[in-house]
């Protein structure tokens, strides 16, 4: 079992930054990779970017440019950097941890609002 608690959500003016944190904790020696999802009023939950355990990033298409993951495997963190927000980037933020067993663990999810 792996448990995932994300931090760092919140309301921010269009074009600041912002940066979630997700901490895990448990088996943490299963994770194969960590991501953050997000899931806009009225959208489907769609993917941003992810990270190995190795480091290898990945990014959707949409978040190429303003969006930058990064781990902290000292402190089983991984972050999402957010830049230049946009209100179309108001959304709740949620990690993922993805094991070895091929199970895919879910945070509870952190708020974005982006609004002047």
């Known amino acids: 079992q792996v448990q995932l608690v994300e931090s760092g959500g919140g309301l921010v003016q269009p074009g600041g930054s912002l940066r979630v944190s997700c901490a895990a904790s448990g088996s943490i020696f299963s994770i194969k990779a960590m991501g953050w999802y997000r899931q806009a009023p009225g959208k489907q939950r769609e993917l941003v970017a992810t990270i190995t355990s190795g480091g290898v990033t990945n990014y959707a298409d949409s978040a190429k440019g303003r969006f930058t993951i990064s781990g902290d495997n000292a402190k089983n963190t991984v972050y999402l950097q957010i830049d230049s927000l946009k209100p179309d980037d108001t959304a709740v933020y949620y990690c993922?941890?993805?094991?070895?067993?091929?199970?895919?663990?879910w945070g509870q999810g952190t708020q974005v609002t982006v609004s002047s």
């Open positions: 993922t941890a993805y094991v070895v067993r091929g199970d895919l663990y």
